[in-house]
């Protein structure tokens, strides 16, 4: 996937901290036309992702390495994605991503599960999109991947704020000046005045947060 070459991604590739791999389901299945999916026993619209290919799939890319991978389902009714969830991941040496299709995967499958994970309270068409955003999410927080470690450190999510607001040059654009305590080289009251404005930006933006509802 071109998206896993490029940035953040293709660096740490290329620079040897991250190894990713895409693998066919269809490469699990026995019958002439590679069949990964059925009708819904009980009825109804779409078709359902078959047990066999998964489990055989899972068994045999757990089985290329010796460390045991912890296996992530990609789905709508999984446990929300957060940054503390993608910290956790990031020091996992193996994850395996098992990404769904049409109706979604048959109840049984998820037996397979470590952890089942939404990214959002919406439905994609396939978990590839839910996968790319939690290898981006995870990949970014390993050590050695970006520049500088308080990037991370100082983002939205990460001490369950959002961040303040950033500004850069020119000092004053289309009439709006940057605040004025930025210039000012006071290192301390700009820490201040950021936590402030975090603090602030949470409760008008993201109440929910502060409540720890999250
Ligand atoms: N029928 C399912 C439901 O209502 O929960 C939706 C299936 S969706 C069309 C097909 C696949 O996309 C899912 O099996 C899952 O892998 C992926 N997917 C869709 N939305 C997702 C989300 N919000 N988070 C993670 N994966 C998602």
């Not at 699990?28 to 078709?47: I, L």
């Not at 395996?96 to 994970?117: H, K, M, Q, S």
């Not at 201040?192 to 993201?206: A, D, N, V």
């Amino acid at each position: 996937m071109p998206v896993l070459e490029t940035s953040m991604l293709g660096i740490a590739q290329r620079e040897g901290i991250l190894e990713v791999y895409t693998h066919d389901l269809r490469d699990w299945t026995d019958d002439f036309h590679r069949t990964v999916d059925d009708e819904p026993y009980g009825g109804g619209p779409g078709m359902v992702m078959k047990c066999e290919p998964i489990f055989r799939a899972v068994e045999a890319i757990g089985a290329m390495d010796s460390l045991r991978p912890t296996i992530v389902f990609l789905a709508p009714v999984g446990e929300p994605f957060k940054q503390a969830i993608a910290q956790e991941f990031s020091k996992e040496a193996r994850l395996l991503l098992v990404c769904g299709r049409y109706e979604g995967f048959d109840e049984r499958t998820f037996t397979l599960a470590d952890r089942i994970i939404s990214i959002g309270d919406y439905v994609l068409t396939g978990g590839e999109i839910a996968a790319l955003a939690v290898i981006d999410a995870t990949v970014r927080l390993i050590p050695g991947v970006l520049g500088h470690a308080q990037s991370c450190e100082d983002e939205s999510f990460s001490d369950g704020l959002l961040e303040y607001p950033h500004y850069t040059r020119p000092s004053i654009f289309n009439g709006v000046d940057v605040p004025a305590i930025l210039l000012s080289g006071n290192h301390k009251e700009i820490e201040r005045w950021r936590r402030m404005q975090s603090l602030e930006r949470t409760q008008r933006l993201r109440p929910d947060l502060l409540k720890g509802e999250n």
